[in-house]
């Protein structure tokens, strides 16, 4: 069994920044895809960003780019999610998803391709 855990999300005002972190435990894969995926209030949960935990390669949606870096730390064994320049459009449940790698393609933009999830860390940006 596979358990994420985030943390980091909080209260923070337009232009601000945070830093949102998932550490994996339980079973492990030899080579990872691990994802953020986010859902605010009254939406659909919605990609965010991956990272390949082999080679570091990373994927981040088009309306966060230049905001939103994703980065792993294997020495931590954790992934992180740095927000900067947070707008009130960001407000949502984060959440840290995880598969098995089984190609070099990290395009997995898509719920049904994570089959392990967290339960979310809260982001609220006020104007």
């Known amino acids: 069994q596979v358990q994420l855990v985030e943390s980091g999300g909080g209260l923070v005002q337009a232009g601000d920044s945070l830093r949102l972190s998932c550490v994996p435990s339980?079973?492990?894969?030899?080579?990872?895809?691990m994802a953020w995926f986010r859902q605010a209030p009254g939406e659909t949960r919605e990609f965010v960003a991956v990272?390949?935990?082999?080679?570091?390669?990373?994927y981040v949606r088009r309306s966060v780019k230049g905001r939103f870096i994703v980065s792993k730390d294997n020495t931590n064994n954790t992934m992180y999610l740095q927000m900067n320049d947070l707008k009130p459009e960001d407000t949502a449940v984060y959440y840290c998803?995880?598969?098995?790698?089984?190609?070099?393609?990290?395009?997995?933009?898509?719920?049904?391709?994570?089959?392990?999830w967290g339960l979310g860390t809260r982001v609220t940006v006020s104007t």
């Open positions: 998803a995880a598969r098995e790698a089984t190609t070099n393609n990290i395009y997995y933009t898509e719920e049904p391709s994570y089959p392990h």
């Open positions: 990272v390949a935990w082999d080679d570091g390669s990373t």
């Open positions: 339980g079973r492990t894969f030899s080579s990872w895809h």
